[in-house]
């Protein structure tokens, strides 16, 4: 039965940080806080394919005071999820997402992102959208003070297609 999953996400600038964004290290006078790599866009996508399992959120599995996360590689997190993602049966179909950020320009880095996010989860990088937009200056993130990310992700959850034998009504 096919699933769809939504996430989204936001990390603060901060002073002293690197700015992972997709697993692309981009070059940024500052970086994004968070008790991992603060990777949003990669946390976006892990929630959104957590979502289309109904497997809760990406703080549940990785919890931000466990220091085995403390500047945890975001890519390798998504790995994990891909192992939950597996052992139920699923497999993710397409995903997409959108980056909002005021600065750093995004766009020369996009393709890159798409191959990291798509040879973490192993399937085709043409599984794999990405975008970004400013907000014209306005709210938070057009003042700079942080990013945002949003994911949608389609999945096969290995059930059946919820017609007959198989049927997954939850
Ligand atoms: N951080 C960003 C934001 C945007 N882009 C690219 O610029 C295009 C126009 O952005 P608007 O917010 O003015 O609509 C957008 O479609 C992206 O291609 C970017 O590279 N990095
Ligand atoms: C990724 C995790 C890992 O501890 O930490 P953070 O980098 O703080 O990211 P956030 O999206 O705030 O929370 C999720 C956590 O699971």
């Not at 466990?66 to 192992?83: C, I, K, N, Q, T």
């Not at 399937?123 to 942080?146: I, S, Y």
Request: proline share 3%; glycine share 14%.
């Amino acid at each position: 039965m096919l699933r769809i999953g939504h996430g989204f996400d936001v990390h603060r600038f901060a002073e002293g940080r690197r700015c992972i964004l997709g697993g692309v290290d981009v070059p940024s006078q500052r970086g994004l806080l968070g008790h991992s790599d603060a990777d949003v866009v990669t946390h976006a996508l892990m929630d959104a394919i957590l979502g289309a399992l109904r497997a809760g959120d990406i703080g549940q599995l990785f919890p931000d005071d466990d220091p085995a996360f403390e500047g945890a590689d975001s890519l390798v997190l998504l790995s994990r999820v891909m192992d939950v993602v597996r052992a139920r049966g699923a497999r993710v179909l397409d995903c997409d997402c959108t980056i909002a950020a005021q600065a750093p320009k995004l766009a020369p880095y996009r393709e890159q992102m798409r191959k990291n996010l798509a040879r973490a989860m192993g399937v085709d990088v043409g599984r794999v959208g990405m975008k970004a937009t400013t907000t014209e200056r306005l709210g938070f993130v057009g003042r700079e003070e942080g990013i945002a990310a949003w994911a949608v992700a389609l999945l096969d959850d290995g059930q059946g297609d919820g017609l007959g034998a198989g049927r997954c009504n939850d």
